[in-house]
């Protein structure tokens, strides 16, 4: 299971390298992203970090930049808010009790999002390229 857990984080390290970026001015109408690492954090307590999977987390999200909606293997949700400024995307939206932020870097491709609620939060990391 170690074996396996870092060979998962080897190839996600290498997608974090070669995906292409995308310039501001050129925006895609869909993105693909992959979650890659993931933290489980309550107030007063040391965050759990493990596999996306381990936490319920999609491994894949497709961002439809044009229908405002994120779709994971499970669920779809629709963007209640997306910004663009700087180089960084910043998507928000409500899911199951929780608001959640998703940003990601239009230079570098890499994405993190939170889901948080009265009880904690959830951080995923990992990378994102157009479709």
Do not use: H
Not at 13 to 21: E, G, K, R, S
Not at 40 to 60: H, I
Not at 101 to 107: G, I, K, P
Request: a neutral charge; aromatic letters at 6%.
């Amino acid at each position: 299971m170690k074996r396996l857990a870092s060979a998962a984080a080897v190839i996600g390290a290498c997608c974090t390298i070669y995906l292409p970026a995308f310039a501001a001015s050129e925006m895609p109408e869909r993105l693909m992203c992959a979650t890659v690492e993931a933290l489980d954090c309550a107030a007063g307590a040391a965050c759990f970090k493990g596999r996306p999977a381990d936490l319920g987390a999609p491994s894949f999200m497709r961002i439809d930049l044009a229908n405002k909606s994120i779709a994971g293997a499970k669920r779809t949700t629709p963007i209640v808010s997306m910004q663009q400024n700087a180089g960084i995307l910043l998507l928000q939206g409500t899911e199951g009790g929780f608001g959640w932020t998703l940003a990601v870097d239009t230079e570098q491709g890499t994405m993190s999002a939170t889901l948080v609620n009265g009880e904690g939060a959830f951080v995923l990391f990992g990378s994102c390229t157009p479709m």
